[in-house]
């Protein structure tokens, strides 16, 4: 029996085009998966030729498209920083343009579109500007998701103790462990305070309601009533958010 034998390739189909796996099996019928992570794997008899292949990549391609986008609602981007003047920094989902001055005192200023950091020259090294600029992220975090997490809780009418913490997560703004801890993407910080409060009210829901039903839904158009529109914002600049 022959094992299975992967390699790598393209297909492009117009303006369409994308970098698959390609794994050649004992198998019968051609197959295509996505994973979460946009990775694509073809799957293959060792009869199946490259024309056969082609013509089933073409009845499928829209099929792709759709899950790409799909998956892509869902990826919380990352993108390398650099640290220097002039890069943005999406805070509270305003964009700011990050400005460097040279000063004898470490500080953080938040002015009309622009984040001012004054450091001394001998610090200018991107590694100094990145801590001190998650350092100060870091504080205003806590601040502002405790802040919004005290004030939803006491609309769903919550009185007792509930946990926060903070945890750093790829595909997820926030968990629900239990009535008594839950918690939230550190990432929040760069979204807008009416998409970090959507996250709050799904978390703090999950309290009373478990499942995503209808009796979820009731409650959060009874604390929320835009939520669906928020979410989708939320979508959106979760996908632009750098840092
Ligand atoms: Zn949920």
Known sequence: MKSSHSQKRKFRYGSFEFEYEFIQQERKTLSLTITPQLKVIVKAPFSADNNRVDQFLKRKWRWLQKQIHFFNKFQIKTYEKEYVSGESIHYLGKQYKLIIKFSHENNIELQKKIL??????????????????SDWLNRNMQKVLSERFESIKAKFGYQYKIKLVYKDMKNKWGIFYSKNKIALNPKLIHVSRTCID????HELNHIKNMKHDKKFLHSMNKIMPKWEVIKARLEEQGAQISY
């Open 116 to 133: 001012l950091v004054h450091t001394s020259e001998a610090q200018k090294k991107p590694s100094h500007i990145k801590k001190l600029i």
């Open 198 to 201: 959507y996250v709050i009210t």
